[in-house]
């Protein structure tokens, strides 16, 4: 069975492990962890970042960061992963989801604005597939009602937004909060793992001492204070140094492994277009001023039903390709607590949505031959 995902090892993380191991510093906050970090801040101009043990635990952490409370309000996407919510529900927040573009998954900007309260506290916006949702209006909305902004860029590494001032800039770098993973099913990883970005520098000094269990350990470390102790509220939001020697060697690897992520995604989307319109599918559309990670590959079928028919095709040929998300406002958990209106486009992908095998060593061409030997 070709599977939809395969971790890639770059060959080097094994190595870095043993150095790490060998250094006698395993723990959180070392020179691995220091590196991943200004990696990020350097190539993606993020102010500050902290590693953290997944994106959830960034989402986490944001919650914490902007004060969340019971009672508050968070607008995002339905369809999206249970952490995008969950970090916020935590903290007691009622999450009101807009709906989805009719082109793309991302939240519509323009859904947003009437979704906003006098309670509302913060926007989410969702990169999927690592396409960029339309920053520009989200940011603007978000001034002129003084909220928040946390980008959920947990598959946007290496992606990017142009905006109307002609200005490219890395997702995960243009909200006052964003959150990278580096889970295994990512471009970049490390099993488990993730990233806080801050962008807004008042949130840096909390936000250290959040990730250390709530002390201001990190400024003991830089000697700006004399002694260390429990200073607000926090929990071991950082990972091991075993996870960022892991980490390192991939994003060292970072240019390779999105070249050669981007030559698949090509091929499917230049190979498969004649088809796709002959069977009434859709290939992904990529927005002016979104750039492309090629993170995922998917088709939007034109029913449900042809979507089962689809899939099921390919697993008789020892091809697993997936659906994606169940939208969250019609979950068990949470569709009891929804208050928002109807989402017909969150549903017509949850039902319509697949995902096709991508990884770096994957042959494209043994998932497209299959594909136009079939009509649906
Ligand atoms: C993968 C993913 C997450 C969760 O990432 P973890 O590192 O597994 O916690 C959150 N949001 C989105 C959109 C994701 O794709």
Not at 28 to 44: A, I, M, W
Request: proline share 3%; aromatic share 12%; glycine share 6%.
């Amino acid at each position: 069975m070709l599977p939809f995902n395969k971790p890639y090892f770059t060959g080097n993380e094994t190595k870095y492990i043993e150095s790490a191991v060998s250094s006698g510093k395993i723990s959180g906050n070392g020179d691995y962890t220091k590196k991943c970090q200004s990696f990020f801040e350097q190539n993606f101009g993020i102010k500050k970042c902290l590693l953290t043990t997944s994106c959830t635990d960034a989402l986490e952490m944001a919650a914490i960061l902007i004060d969340i409370k019971p009672g508050d309000e968070v607008i995002m996407p339905s369809y999206t992963f249970v952490s995008t919510a969950n970090a916020f529900v935590l903290r007691g927040a009622t999450i009101v989801f807009a709906d989805s573009r009719k082109d793309h998954p991302n939240i519509d900007e323009n859904a947003i604005e009437g979704l906003i309260t006098s309670k509302t506290k913060a926007i989410v916006p969702v990169h999927y597939a690592g396409v960029a949702c339309e920053m520009d209006t989200i940011m603007d909305i978000a001034k002129r009602h003084n909220l928040y902004v946390i980008e959920d860029a947990a598959q946007a590494i290496d992606s990017y937004y142009t905006g109307k001032d002609n200005v490219k800039r890395a997702l995960g770098s243009i909200g006052h909060l964003a959150a990278f993973s580096f889970h295994e099913t990512k471009n970049i990883i490390s099993g488990e793992g993730g990233l806080l970005a801050i962008n807004d520098e008042k949130f840096i000094n909390r936000a250290e001492i959040i990730w250390e269990k709530g002390t201001n350990r990190s400024s003991f470390f830089r000697g700006e204070v004399d002694k260390y102790g429990w200073v607000d509220i926090g929990s071991s939001f950082l990972p091991s140094e075993i996870i960022a020697a892991f980490l390192w060697a991939q994003l060292e690897n970072l240019e390779q492994i999105q070249m050669v992520r981007k030559n698949h995604w090509e091929s499917y989307f230049d190979k498969l277009a004649t088809w796709a319109r002959e069977n009434r599918i859709e290939l992904p559309q990529l927005p002016d001023y979104a750039s492309n990670n090629a993170h995922m590959f998917y088709l939007i079928c034109d029913s449900l039903e042809q979507r089962t028919k689809l899939l099921d095709y390919l697993k008789q040929h020892d091809i697993l390709a997936v659906f994606h998300y169940i939208s969250l406002h019609e979950s068990p958990f949470y569709d009891k607590l929804h208050k928002g209106g109807v989402l017909p486009e969150t549903d017509r992908f949850t039902d319509t949505l697949v995902r096709l095998p991508l990884f770096y060593e994957l042959n494209p061409n043994v998932v497209i031959d299959v594909l136009l030997k079939a009509a649906f």
